[in-house]
T-cell receptor
Framework: GQQLNQSPQSMFIQEGEDVSMNCTSS?????WLWYKQDPGEGPVLLIA?????ELTSNGRLTAQFGITRKDSFLNISASIPSDVGIYFC????????????FGPGTRLSVLP | ETGVTQSPTHLIKTRGQQVTLRCSSQ?????VSWYQQALGQGPQFIFQ???????GRGNFPPRFSGLQFPNYSSELNVNALELDDSALYLC?????????????????FGPGTRLTVL
């Protein structure tokens, strides 16, 4: 079935540094979603992308919908301790996006 | 506007038992999807319900079943529990714009139910 790959798998950064992570697929997606999940919680939607080439920001977060429609990128600027968590990308399956497939996640740790 | 809620928060069952998990969708949403998230993995799609009918299903056996009620809340039932069913079960609600064949809007997740099967 369709799978999403995320890299890096995990990363340790210093507070204040910028972070970049990406998500790739062997199939074309018409929507990309980025979620953050804290321990014991459900994923929280960060950014939704609906158009190839689209660049969207949400505070210190910026995400881009790749031109090939097979990848997406998430950047976090000036990281802070509360950015710690697992970041998932997701894309819709089915002709009408009835469900979403998730990547394996990128685990972010921020060192003070 | 109320968000997605799930109950119970935690549950412990033994192998072979049956379990029912519940979800209340976000206000204004008409579609509910259920996901299973094993430790260290991303959520895996189980099925989706729209207007009280199943509207898509992932690669899960028939012992995983669901219901959606007229108020758009939903239940996930799992029969004959197995050890591998231990996971975080997530419910996500969304709004389907044009009926069961229409585009489903972005999904918003509840906090999940942690199921442990012993």
């Amino acid at each position: 079935g369709q799978q999403l790959n995320q890299s890096p798998q995990s990363m340790f950064i210093q507070e204040g540094e910028d972070v970049s992570m990406n998500c790739t697929s062997s199939s074309i997606f018409n929507t990309w979603l980025w979620y953050k999940q804290d321990p014991g919680e459900g994923p929280v939607l960060l950014i939704a992308l609906y158009k190839a080439g689209e660049l969207t920001s949400n505070g210190r977060l910026t995400a881009q919908f790749g031109i090939t429609r097979k990848d997406s990128f998430l950047n976090i600027s000036a990281s802070i301790p509360s950015d710690v968590g697992i970041y998932f990308c997701a894309g819709p399956l089915g002709n009408y996006g009835q469900n979403f497939v998730f990547g394996p996640g990128t685990r972010l740790s921020v060192l003070p | 506007e109320t968000g997605v809620t799930q109950s119970p928060t935690h549950l412990i069952k033994t192998r072979g038992q049956q379990v029912t998990l519940r979800c209340s969708s976000q206000s204004g949403h008409n579609t509910v999807s259920w996901y299973q998230q094993a430790l260290g993995q991303g959520p895996q799609f189980i099925f989706q319900y729209y207007r009280e009918e199943e509207n898509g299903r992932g690669n899960f056996p028939p012992r995983f079943s669901g219901l959606q009620f007229p108020n758009y809340s939903s239940e996930l039932n799992v029969n004959a529990l197995e050890l591998d069913d231990s996971a975080l079960y997530l419910c996500a609600s969304s709004f389907a714009r044009q009926g069961p064949s229409g585009r489903t809007d972005t999904q918003y997740f509840g906090p999940g139910t942690r199921l442990t099967v012993l």
